[in-house]
């Protein structure tokens, strides 16, 4: 089976952040990944890894504002500046966290100069960090109207402008039936960019045991194909975190 990571962001919410490491570690998750990790001590957030024995898969990029503010501007005409700005803040925090995987967030903006920003920005960040990982994810226009990167065909175009090595694609089940209606046929065609996989239900974006998906098949598939990354649980729980890892214990067990 694949190896899994919890989303702390979403998971394990009734806790205190630095509580839900230890949490997310007695669940059976040896990995973990945190999207806006930026206005917690980051010393003590490297400190919770070091104690569970975790690896840290990934963040987002740029800074701040997980709540209300613009996701990203790699894609904004004019927006370059910022970009580079909040991009080095990310890898400041990078290089205490170290995680497997920054996803560099495209904001909203549309065209063929959003493209071309784009790949100008993507282009940039892979010669400002060459040995990190770098993500993009399409995400839905649904929970996120008006984000460029809406669309898996999109990403690869974009993908495929900015050739560069350490640059690689996120894929979500949930944002990929959301878009396209049937993840596997996303992944299908796109699995062999995909460098980190997150998971949740579609439409209601819950835990991996409902819907039209079957991510028993998928976890299998992802074995077959020889897929090394982590697969995260990016999804809202339906209650309690731990009450709805069936799911978890199934994947994992023997």
């Not at 993908?159 to 350490?166: G, H, K, Q, S």
Request: proline share 8%; aromatic share 10%; hydrophobic share 45%.
């Amino acid at each position: 089976m694949p190896k899994f990571a919890a989303n702390l962001s979403l998971l394990f919410t009734e806790l205190p952040l630095m509580d839900r490491f230890r949490a997310a570690k007695e669940a059976g998750f040896d990995a973990v990944e945190i999207l806006s990790p930026y206005d917690a001590p980051v010393q003590d957030m490297r400190d919770q890894l070091v104690w569970n024995a975790q690896t840290f898969v990934l963040m987002n990029a740029p800074p701040p504002n997980a709540t209300g503010g613009p996701r990203g501007f790699a894609a904004v005409p004019g927006g370059e500046n910022r970009f580079r700005r909040d991009f080095d803040r990310a890898m400041r925090f990078a290089g205490v966290l170290k995680p497997r995987h920054i996803h560099v967030m495209a904001g909203e903006a549309s065209g063929p100069e959003a493209r071309a920003t784009m790949i100008a920005n993507l282009q940039w960040a892979a010669s400002r960090a060459p040995k990190q990982s770098l993500t993009v994810e399409p995400l839905n226009p649904v929970d996120f109207p008006g984000y460029f990167l809406n669309d898996y065909a999109l990403a690869a175009d974009i993908l495929d402008a900015v050739a560069a090595r350490n640059v690689g694609l996120q894929f979500d089940t949930y944002h990929a039936g959301m878009i396209h209606g049937a993840a596997n046929a996303v992944w299908a065609t796109q699995g062999h960019r995909a460098r980190h996989i997150q998971i949740g239900s579609v439409p209601g974006r819950q835990e991996p045991d409902q819907g039209a998906f079957d991510f028993p098949a998928f976890f299998q598939r992802l074995d077959n194909e020889g897929y090394a990354g982590f697969v995260s649980a990016e999804y809202r729980p339906r209650g309690r975190t731990e009450d709805g890892l069936g799911w978890l214990r199934t994947a994992t067990k023997p």
